[in-house]
């Protein structure tokens, strides 16, 4: 990626209840968990394309992703025509997004390494600016719950796709890595440092993510203590320009816009 890309703010991880914590000589999965239909996708994409999600859109770019709760020098009236002539549309296929599996890190047998955490469409506004719509199924409905700045979930994805392989997170470290062929490659800086230039086997993967989060599950202190669900957020700051994160089950940020459940944020600069 080009220097100007931001990465993910350390998020919520969802790493849910997961029962089996040794580490013995179990069969790991070597892939990621199962594809989206297509008429999930194509749910999700209709959600993403909804008019008012583009209103939203269009006040984001204008704001260059700053949250409407923090203030801005851009009156009212300078904010709607700069959202208009931002003239957002969505570009580009809406592709699952994989995050870290809690089995995978507990050492269940069987557990994918990644499992599909919500879906993800490319925004463009006419000054070139970017952004990623994501779209989780709530309720039997797909519904926007997030648009961050930049298109890192779509543009890692489409390079794994193009070399074979399956693109996921790491969002404890803001990592993106492929999985391809028994093997975690890095897709970004902060992977290499974690993997590797070359990466690594699932197996020595899956033995690193557990000494970082296998404290972390369901039934340690760290449960106990409350933050069960993976790392709490940062506490957001000015410089940040990140909306609250919800930690449970999800993370996905949550803030009501004009009717729909939308969390806005600028991802930090590494």
């Not at 970082?212 to 933050?227: E, H, I, N, T, V």
């Amino acid at each position: 990626m080009s220097s100007h890309r931001v990465r993910l703010a350390r998020a919520a991880a969802a790493l849910a209840a997961a029962t089996a914590l040794g580490l013995a000589a179990a069969p790991l999965a070597q892939a990621a968990d199962q594809q989206l239909g297509s008429g999930d996708l194509a749910a999700a994409r209709a959600a993403a394309q909804n008019p008012s999600v583009l209103d939203q859109l269009g006040h984001f770019f204008a704001r260059k992703g700053v949250p409407p709760t923090q203030p801005l020098g851009l009156s009212p009236s300078d904010e709607a025509r700069a959202a208009s002539v931002a003239a957002p549309r969505l570009s580009g296929d809406t592709v699952p997004v994989r995050t870290l599996d809690a089995g995978f890190v507990a050492g269940r047998p069987g557990a994918p390494v990644a499992t599909v955490e919500f879906t993800a469409t490319k925004a463009v506004a006419a000054d070139g600016q970017s952004a990623s719509v994501w779209t989780a199924q709530q309720n039997g409905s797909w519904r926007v719950v997030n648009i961050a700045s930049g298109s890192d979930e779509t543009d890692y994805a489409a390079r794994a796709a193009a070399d074979g392989g399956t693109a996921f997170r790491e969002p404890q470290l803001g990592a993106w890595y492929e999985l391809k062929d028994g093997r975690v490659l890095p897709l970004d800086d902060t992977a290499r440092r974690s993997v590797g230039a070359h990466g690594t086997t699932v197996a020595a993967y899956q033995q690193l993510v557990h000494q970082r989060y296998g404290d972390k599950l369901p039934g340690s202190a760290y449960d106990r203590a409350g933050k069960a669900g993976g790392f709490q957020a940062d506490a957001p700051t000015a410089s940040a320009n990140t909306a609250p994160l919800l930690a449970a089950g999800t993370a996905l940020g949550a803030t009501a816009l004009a009717g729909t459940v939308i969390g806005v944020r600028r991802r930090r600069r590494g």
